[in-house]
């Protein structure tokens, strides 16, 4: 006996077809839900918290998303130490802090790779209104040591990272090897209480340019004394998670945002934001100098 060919009724059909069409669709849905696309997908980062308190972050990132459609979210952010332990913890795609032993072993035990610097900014030299070493206004780091050491002002050698890379940077410059019972040990009770300190001693000290600005060390009236010496100021690299260690979930949007940073749309974004934030001098400067002119085409 043959066969019979299996006859599917024209009402039939259309029924099946509009159940399939309509599975098709949910699976598309629940596909879509499950995986954002690398356009949407948010790049997740930690950055040094001043990046945060001057409101430069925002700037730059909003300009990134603008341009690419891609959303930048905040994970973790403050001191260098927080950061660190954040991104070893995995869940972040970049990360950005300053040039360090911190940073520099990211890349050494394999969590990070691209590592790249993208901005600088600056320290300072603050001393006692009555300026005894007569350093007011230079632009000179070197010089302004030189005095001190010749005047043998009181002087504290603050002992954050910066302030020492620094320190010992305008010392070697001026050719000076800093002793004697006028170079001071910083025993301030926590690093940011390090200018009261060196008020209280009448002497100077080097710190960073934004937190006193921004009132993070309080100033004691203390003054900024030097500033806008080339020679005074730290990069911030910026370090993309290790895609074989499986770090980040955005590799993508990662390697973007890192090569936007470095690009002279991203140097020109920082420019711009230090020029109309940082009053006297600038509070973040670019990597090369940049033109404030629209790029042509």
Request: with cysteine; hydrophobic share 40%; glycine share 8%.
């Amino acid at each position: 006996m043959e066969a019979q060919p299996m006859i599917i009724s024209h009402r039939r059909y259309r029924s099946l077809s509009a159940v399939f069409l309509a599975a098709s669709i949910l699976l598309l849905f629940a596909s879509c839900q499950r995986t954002p696309t690398a356009s949407n997908a948010p790049v997740k980062v930690a950055i040094i918290g001043g990046f945060m308190t001057t409101g430069m972050w925002e700037e730059v990132t909003a300009e990134f998303t603008r341009q690419t459609g891609i959303p930048v979210e905040v994970v973790s952010t403050g001191p260098k130490e927080i950061i660190d332990k954040a991104f070893r913890k995995g869940g972040i795609d970049l990360i950005t802090l300053h040039s360090s032993d911190v940073a520099t072993n990211l890349v050494a035990d394999g969590l990070g790779v691209s590592m790249k610097p993208w901005a600088r900014n600056e320290l300072v030299i603050v001393g006692p209104p009555d300026d005894p070493a007569k350093i007011r206004g230079l632009k000179s780091g070197a010089e302004a040591v030189t005095r001190i050491a010749a005047a043998k002002a009181p002087f504290v050698e603050a002992r954050n990272v910066g302030s020492q890379t620094v320190g010992a940077r305008l010392w070697k410059l001026a050719e000076i090897r800093p002793e004697g019972d006028w170079i001071i040990r910083d025993d301030s009770p926590v690093p940011q209480r390090v200018v009261e300190f060196a008020a209280e001693r009448h002497a100077y000290v080097i710190v960073g340019r934004i937190p006193m600005l921004s009132g993070k060390i309080p100033n004691a009236g203390m003054e900024i004394m030097v500033e806008g010496d080339p020679e005074m100021r730290r990069p911030y690299v910026v370090i993309e998670a290790n895609l074989a260690r499986r770090l980040g979930r955005n590799p993508e949007g990662a390697r973007r945002l890192s090569e936007f940073l470095t690009s002279p749309s991203g140097q020109l974004t920082l420019s711009r934001f230090s020029e109309r934030q940082g009053g006297n001098a600038p509070i973040f400067y670019p990597i090369e100098p940049v033109s404030f002119e629209h790029p042509k085409g």
